[in-house]
């Protein structure tokens, strides 16, 4: 567990393997390692469903994949899908990825670990797993993730995970239908033994886009992450905004109001210092090979079956305009915290098909022009 410094304007180069452009250190990657799923959930991103699906990146091409990736940095990689147990390989991957010192974690739903799956992971080189958990009751998580059953399955598996030695967290997706369970879901990681409990903020895309209406609003969302703030002297879990970039924002300001002062630290999937890294310090590669800024920015920034990572990391427009801050627009541009927080750029994408436009969830008013970066 090694400290990370505040980075707030920390656009400098790194170097290992292949040579790093200014301010894309790569942290961490979400591999789509397939898009097939046994679940239905309301809010997914790729609106999985049951497959097959043509065109996703064989086993070969997932070497391939791995072994690119390791010659830019050695970032966090996140198999994840659709459900990343039904690729009858994914245990080969995780292995190949552990062998070239990548750190492998994985997303599956929970529902599918069984003690022979846990002890598979283990042996592979999984270190961490997520399980998302939506709701503090049975009834609502089914709900969520459409299927009867889902949420005691999910605690079977981790209980599966537990034992084989994996430290696993708990995710939620956050809506206006779970907000007031977000406490109880917070005990519940904490009775389970969770080592860190990350918070996603609703990005309106695939069936995300259905339940718009549930997503809360810009003061709900302050509201939520300030609470949010105020549990990390309550709790030993590790705690993480995602998809929620003004949480830096806050991070900052009630340090400074408080006197306090803020290190960062690296957790398998924490390996953060700023807000929205899609494109600076993360990216996201589809189950087909097409690599984006993250799972909810439909832009693509290349094709690993047509070029290698390491040059649509390095030489993407995409990714270069995203890592120039000072382009960023309307007040996100203006912000004083657009180096930590940057604004949801996915969230923003969705709403104007502009990825640099200001994040509409924002209820933060600038208090002076940002300075030159």
């Not at 803020?262 to 899609?278: E, K, N």
């Not at 120039?324 to 541009?333: M, W």
Request: charged residues 25%; contains cysteine.
């Amino acid at each position: 567990m090694n400290p990370h410094p505040d980075v707030e304007n920390d656009n400098r180069p790194h170097g290992h393997g292949q040579k790093q452009e200014k301010g894309n250190t790569l942290r961490l990657v979400a591999w789509e390692t397939t898009r097939n799923c046994n679940l239905s959930c309301v809010h997914c991103r790729a609106a999985a469903t049951n497959g097959p699906y043509a065109g996703e990146l064989d086993t070969e091409q997932g070497f391939k994949l791995l072994d690119e990736i390791a010659e830019v940095g050695k970032p966090i990689i996140i198999l994840t899908g659709g459900e990343p147990l039904l690729r009858d390989d994914i245990f080969d991957l995780a292995r190949h990825g552990d062998g070239l010192g990548l750190r492998m974690v994985m997303a599956p739903n929970g529902t599918l670990i069984t003690p022979e799956t846990a002890e598979r992971m283990a042996a592979s080189g999984i270190r961490r797993i997520s399980a998302s958990i939506d709701g503090a009751t049975k009834a609502f998580h089914d709900q969520f993730r459409g299927v009867d059953g889902a949420f005691d399955a999910a605690l079977r598996g981790i209980e599966y995970v537990k034992a084989a030695g994996i430290e696993f967290q708990i995710n939620t997706t956050i809506t206006k239908t779970n907000l007031d369970q977000i406490p109880k879901i917070l005990e519940l990681a904490e009775r389970l033994g969770a080592v860190a409990h990350h918070i996603f903020l609703l990005v309106p895309t695939g069936r995300g886009k259905y339940i718009v209406d549930q997503a809360i609003d810009a003061k709900e969302y302050e509201t939520t992450l300030n609470w949010f703030y105020d549990q990390r002297d309550k709790t030993s879990l590790q705690l993480k905004a995602t998809c929620a970039p003004h949480y830096y924002r806050i991070l900052r300001q009630r340090a400074k109001a408080e006197g306090k002062t803020i290190s960062f630290q690296t957790h398998g999937l924490d390996a953060v210092t700023r807000g929205c890294l899609a494109g600076t310090g993360f990216c996201f590669v589809s189950h087909t090979g097409v690599v984006q800024p993250c799972g909810y920015t439909d832009v693509e920034c290349g094709d690993i079956t047509q070029t290698t990572f390491g040059e649509v990391w390095n030489h993407s427009p995409v990714f270069l305009k995203l890592r120039d801050f000072r382009q960023l627009e309307g007040k996100c541009g203006a912000c004083e915290y657009r180096a930590v927080c940057g604004g949801c750029r996915a969230r923003a994408f969705e709403a104007t098909g502009n990825f640099m436009a200001e994040e509409p969830l924002c209820a933060y008013q600038p208090e002076k022009a940002a300075p030159s970066l």
